[in-house]
Structure formats: C-alpha cells, structure tokens
C-alpha cells in the first residue's frame, strides 16, 4: 500500500492543518465512497480528492474547500505519481 498510503498522508497533512483530528474523520468518510489502493491510478486521486472537496465545503465553504484541494493536487499528486513510477520500476 505504498502509493495509497503516501497519498492519503499527504491528504490528511494538509487537511490537519485546517481541521486538526477532524481531518481522519474527513478521509474515512471519503474513503467509503472512493477507496485509494495502489493500484489506483490518477484519475482516481483526481476523484477523491473531488469528493474530498464536496466533503469539506460543509465545513469550510467552497472557496476555502477549493483552495485546501487545489493544495492537496499541487503536492500530493506529483508525489504519488513519482511513487506509481518507483513501483512499476522494481515490478
């Protein structure tokens, strides 16, 4: 679960520092809808982070929502691509 968890921890860094515990409560939620595995690709990061974005506008409105997830697809989607990469190397 290499690239699931790299991503997922990138999620709920920038989220934590919004929304402190919160945030763990905000991933699971999103992940009931949308499930991050390593073999996700990264429309499926686009996906989540798109619901994750739909789930924290209750809490923030959607200009803040937008912002937290603009962040999340600045620097957690190169970083896991840069993982699904490393992981198609060694396989």
């Known amino acids: 679960m290499i690239?699931?968890?790299k991503f997922l921890k990138c999620c709920?860094?920038?989220?934590?520092?919004?929304?402190?515990q919160l945030s763990n409560e905000i991933i699971d939620k999103?992940?009931?809808?949308?499930?991050?595995?390593?073999?996700?690709?990264?429309?499926?990061l686009i996906e989540f982070i798109d619901i994750l974005e739909t789930n924290i506008t209750l809490f923030s409105g959607k200009h803040k929502a937008s912002e937290i997830c603009s962040t999340i697809k600045a620097n957690g989607i190169p970083k896991t691509a840069e993982v699904i990469e490393e992981v198609k190397a060694v396989i």
């Open 3 to 5: 690239v699931a968890d």
């Open 12 to 20: 709920t860094a920038s989220l934590e520092s919004n929304f402190g």
């Open 30 to 44: 999103t992940k009931k809808k949308k499930n991050i595995t390593d073999s996700s690709n990264i429309n499926d």
